[in-house]
Structure formats: C-alpha cells, structure tokens
C-alpha cells in the first residue's frame, strides 16, 4: 500500500543548532503537507507543497520538494524552545492521504 | 471563530463498554474524518465521511463505527469489539469531500481514552 516514511523518529537539539526532518515515499505524491503538534496539542497546518523541486520559506523553516515529487524535507534554522513539537508530513495520492510516523523534535535551552 | 470541537477531552472506559467521542464543526466543511494517534505510530484513519449520510472506512476502522446526520456532527463510537483502544483520538475537517492531499486539514484538539 501507499506509504510515507518519515525519519528521523526523535531529535534533541541545543537552541541554535538546526534541525531536518525528511520525509519518503516510494511512489509519486501528488502534493506534499507539512503540521506541527505542540506537546499535548493537536496538529496544525503549516504549508502545503505541489510543484516538482518547490521550496518555500516560513521565517525559519525552509520546506522542500523533491524533484520526483517522491521526497521532501522540513530544515529548521536557529531552533528556538518555541520550536518543540513533533512534526508531520503528509503525503498526498490521487485519492489518498497518508501521514509520516512524525518526528518529534526536543531543543535544550 | 470557527473550529472542531471535541468532547470528552478526557474519557476512562471499562473492558467491555461502548463509548461516544463528540465532534462538532462549525466551518461549514464538507468532509470530516476521524483519526487515531498511537506513539511513534503517526495518525491513522478510522473513518471518513465525504457528505452528510455517508461515511467510508479508513485504515483502522475495525471496532469503531461512525454517523454523519448532520454536516456539523461526526461523532465516533468505539465499541467494545476494538481490541486496544487506548489512544489519542483526532477529529479533522476539511473543505472540499474527497481524501486528497489537496485538501488542507483542521483538527480538533482530540480526545483521550484510556480503558482500564
């Protein structure tokens, strides 16, 4: 079945350092989304992607597409403590929508 | 403002019951779904409804069953045929009725249920 594997499972940073979270699909996505859960919270939307090789930037986070449309990736510049959650891709098919296992990230002040 | 709404926040079950999970929009979105979310599981689907009076299962559907009588209401009933339900339960909406990537997700802040 249509799968997105999402890698790393956990990442424990020190504030400042950067942070990447890379999602994978064995076949082609039709569009690519990205949410971010705060700790007891629920998921919310970041940004959605569509084209081939896209990249878009929301102040510090920079999220990309893969040329393939099979990959993408959310990069995290500075990491602040406002930063922690765990973050969720979503990898969209013809008529499906699949969501990574998620990342969660933890930043040390 | 507009948003889902979920109750209970939190729920305790007995082995054996049934239980109820409310979820309430008012964003006038066409597609609801319901999600279960496990550690380092990701969410999983349980059921998902395009319009009113109609509903399809997800992924996980087994034990859970669902009812779309009105646009605003998705309620969840877990039953006691679901094996594990110990989990954290996400309702979303959505716009448009169909289970794309395009479609951009809202979720409420979710329900707990723990069975003793």
């Known amino acids: 079945g249509q799968q997105v594997m999402q890698i790393p499972q956990y990442q424990h940073v020190q504030e400042g350092e950067d942070f990447t979270t890379y999602c994978n699909s064995s076949?082609?996505?039709?569009?690519i989304q990205w949410y971010k859960q705060r700790p007891g919270g629920h998921p919310v939307f970041l940004i959605q992607?569509?084209?081939?090789?896209e990249v878009k930037k929301q102040k510090r986070l920079t999220f990309q597409f893969g040329e393939a449309k099979k990959n993408s990736s959310l990069h995290i510049t500075a990491t602040q403590t406002t930063d922690v959650g765990t973050y969720f891709c979503?990898?969209?098919?013809?008529?499906?929508?699949?969501f990574g296992a998620g990342t969660r990230l933890t930043v040390k002040p | 403002d507009g948003g889902i709404t979920q109750s209970p926040k939190y729920l305790f079950r007995k082995e054996g019951q049934n239980v109820t999970l409310s979820c309430e929009q008012n964003?006038?979105?066409?597609?609801m779904y319901w999600y279960r979310q496990d550690p380092g599981q990701g969410l999983r689907l349980i059921y998902y409804?395009?319009?009113?009076?109609?509903?399809q299962k997800g992924d996980i559907a087994e034990g859970y069953s669902v009812s779309r009588e009105k646009k605003e209401s998705f309620p969840l009933t877990v039953t006691s045929a679901q094996k594990n339900p110990t989990a954290f339960y996400l309702c979303?909406?959505?716009?448009?009725?169909?289970?794309?990537?395009?479609?951009?997700?809202?979720f409420g802040a979710g329900s707990r249920l723990t069975v003793l």
């Open positions: 979303a909406s959505s716009i448009v009725g169909r289970l794309s990537g395009a479609n951009v997700l809202t």
């Open positions: 076949t082609t996505l039709s569009n």
């Open positions: 992607l569509v084209k081939s090789g």
């Open positions: 979503a990898g969209g098919f013809n008529n499906d929508m699949r």
């Open positions: 964003l006038n979105h066409d597609a």
């Open positions: 409804s395009q319009i009113v009076n109609d509903f």
